[in-house]
């Protein structure tokens, strides 16, 4: 078991990254029925064409952080558990990962942008992860991101949330992004 930390921000858009990066294909679904931990199998598709498939489990470990258990899985397990929380109400999460390194060439961190294409309701929202060592850490983030607010700790952000109830989300990245602008003028 690994212990993940890691801080939220939700974008304006998808951003134009010039720097190296790569996108991988992720599709998700969650266990509805596990309401203390974050129980989900993903298919993820990388950019040389091979498909790798996990079954996770995270168990809340404080702000900003989890405990997670992570192994592989065959496609068969993946798509039996995958039908039995889709048959549980839960929708399937698709996005877009881009993910790069960005830093002070000292400490490069890894930063994930999520482009979310999947379920309808949140269609185009974009969350950037950035998985640290301390929850206080501040990264550095770069301009083109445009970040529209930090959601670290939002469970309406979740990707079990969106998985289970994909409005939600929707409607709170509307009023963060409304808030956003109300300070700024503009995303």
Request: glycine share 6%; proline share 5%; hydrophobic share 35%.
């Amino acid at each position: 078991m690994n212990k993940e930390v890691e801080r939220k921000w939700l974008l304006a858009q998808v951003p134009e990254i010039s720097w190296e990066h790569k996108i991988l294909k992720i599709e998700q679904i969650y266990n509805p029925y596990n309401v203390e931990q974050s129980e989900r199998v993903r298919m993820t598709t990388y950019p040389d064409g091979s498909i790798k498939y996990f079954h996770c489990i995270k168990t809340p470990a404080g702000f900003g952080a989890s405990m997670e258990d992570e192994k592989e899985i065959s496609v068969d397990e993946y798509l039996g558990k995958a039908d039995q929380y889709h048959r549980a109400g839960a929708s399937k999460v698709v996005k877009e990962r881009i993910v790069f390194e960005y830093g002070n060439h000292v400490l490069d961190w890894i930063y994930e942008v999520d482009v979310f294409l999947r379920p309808k309701a949140v269609k185009g929202l974009v969350v950037l992860e950035v998985e640290l060592f301390d929850i206080s850490v501040e990264p550095p983030i770069p301009e083109e991101l445009n970040v529209v607010s930090e959601i670290t700790g939002n469970v309406k952000f979740s990707n079990k949330q969106i998985s289970i109830e994909p409005w939600k989300a929707t409607r709170e990245a509307m009023r963060v992004a409304l808030r956003g602008c109300s300070r700024t003028g503009s995303f």
